[in-house]
């Protein structure tokens, strides 16, 4: 009598297997440092190029600011200033790529760059925009209120009477005190959310929700070193911006070209 016996084959799992999350790497002081070098070596191998990006930037920055002040929103051209530096990640789409094609020596010119620009409106771009524009629109109606709250006794009728009130007052003081709490929080979520996810999302195809926790990840995983970086775009885009947003032309992309670099440095590569 022969028993037929079954053997259990494993099941075949037929759904499709899920991309690991992106893994992060510790950054240092030196990658900062080699960043910035390689994104100088950028700027300088186009710079016609990337001062456009550069240039573009300042023109709409001058363009913002003459706009609120024609309109009389007198009220909303510091925070204007603030938050202007933080959409600078979106400016620079064109130089991630232009670095990307560098760093593996391809030849390019302005529609490849342009091409490549416009067609992030159908990748994940489209909705870190909406995630930025949802943070600054939070840090205007903020701006506004503590204004109404702190101001409410004060008059100004324009942009001169606006400052003094704004930085040689009591209440002035109260109002910067809140609303630089306040604003340097929002900043450093939207920093924490875009400073690599931005080139990466460029880079990879990948969704923009895990763009953003890679992004928190490199700086949680290096919170002091990235705060020095935060602190170094901070201050060199204002400064950039006092000689009328002029000195853009050329920190804009330096910086953009830079933050490829760091990208490459703080995410590991795709594994195959």
Not at 78 to 90: G, R, S
């Amino acid at each position: 009598m022969t028993s037929k016996s079954t053997e259990s084959t494993p099941q075949e799992d037929l759904a499709p297997r899920q991309p690991s999350p992106p893994r992060v790497n510790a950054v240092t002081a030196e990658d900062i440092t080699a960043s910035l070098k390689a994104g100088f070596a950028d700027f300088l191998s186009r710079p016609l190029m990337s001062g456009f990006f550069g240039l573009f930037y300042a023109v709409f920055g001058i363009l913002l600011i003459w706009c609120l002040v024609w309109l009389d929103m007198l009220w909303i051209v510091i925070p204007a200033l603030v938050a202007f530096p933080l959409i600078a990640p979106f400016a620079a789409a064109g130089l991630y790529e232009m670095s990307r094609r560098l760093q593996r020596n391809e030849s390019f010119g302005w529609s490849d760059i342009l091409t490549v620009m416009a067609n992030q409106r159908k990748r994940e771009m489209g909705w870190m925009a909406f995630v930025t524009l949802f943070i600054l629109w939070v840090w205007f109606y903020q701006f506004r209120t503590v204004l109404v709250i702190v101001l409410q006794d004060s008059s100004f009728s324009d942009l001169d009477g606006f400052l003094n009130t704004v930085f040689f007052t009591p209440e002035g003081w109260t109002f910067l005190l809140i609303g630089t709490g306040v604003g340097a929080l929002l900043s450093a979520v939207l920093f924490s959310a875009t400073v690599v996810a931005m080139p990466m999302l460029l880079d990879r195809e990948m969704d923009f929700i895990t763009a953003m926790i890679t992004s928190f990840g490199v700086v949680r995983k290096s919170p002091a070193v990235m705060l020095g970086w935060a602190a170094i775009i901070a201050v060199t885009m204002l400064l950039s911006m006092v000689p009328a947003f002029l000195g853009l032309v050329f920190t804009l992309p330096i910086l953009g070209h830079t933050t490829w670099h760091l990208y490459q440095r703080a995410v590991a590569p795709v594994e195959a």
